[in-house]
């Protein structure tokens, strides 16, 4: 049985502007490290897409990316 979590990624970029990533991904119970790691580079394909929520439009959100908080949260 897969569970199905919400995830956001919230972060900083070259010259402080701010990015927000989010999805959703399933799991199986014990695979939490697989997960994560999907989960970031979903993150990374946003972020390097123009897919992200920019603090700042039309700054552009150039690396490096640091990561200031990964919110996981299961669903219902």
Do not use: D
């Amino acid at each position: 049985m897969k569970n199905r979590y919400r995830w956001s990624i919230k972060g900083l970029a070259a010259r402080g502007q701010t990015w927000e990533t989010k999805g959703s991904t399933e799991c199986i119970p014990g695979e939490f490290g697989g997960m994560l790691m999907v989960i970031l580079g979903e993150s990374f394909h946003q972020l390097t897409f123009g897919m992200a929520v920019y603090g700042k439009p039309g700054l552009g959100c150039n690396g490096p990316y640091r990561i200031q908080s990964v919110h996981i949260e299961m669903e219902s």
